[in-house]
């Protein structure tokens, strides 16, 4: 199903604003999604343009239809699941502590023989960047 933005000339004003003064670069995909889509590009295309998938742009245009530009800046969803690797979250950063010269392979290893922990090696990274660690 093909959702279309249209936005009113008070819409058009709030979303340059936003753009302007935001300084997460996420939520600015986010909003260049909006304003690529209101202006009847093609989420395939947008996707392409952004860098991430069409199950990406088309949520956050759900988001955005469903709530407004407060749900499509919203950091945290509570319907996503948590990650497998948040009860050792603890367990990791002293792995870390102990071990700062350890490669991420290694930390991939250690997940694997401690907890029996498969995780893909740039979800791993991306989880310790996303949690500072």
Partial sequence: ??????????????????MQDIGNQKMSRRLLA???????????????IIGVSEKSISNWIKL????GFEALLEKHYPK????????????IRQYRQE?????????Q?????????EVEYS????YLDRHEL
């Fill in 109 to 117: 290893a250690w997940l694997q023989e401690t907890y029996d922990l």
């Fill in 123 to 126: 979800w791993l990274y991306r």
């Fill in 64 to 67: 955005f239809l469903s709530g």
């Fill in 80 to 91: 996503h699941r948590n990650s497998k690797l948040e009860p050792y979250i603890g367990e």
């Fill in 1 to 18: 199903m093909s959702r279309k933005v249209s936005l009113t000339t008070e819409e058009t004003y709030l979303l340059a604003d936003y």
């Fill in 99 to 107: 071990n700062p010269e350890a490669k991420l392979t290694d930390l």
């Fill in 34 to 48: 909006i304003s690529l889509r209101h202006f009847g590009y093609k989420i395939k295309d947008i996707a392409l």
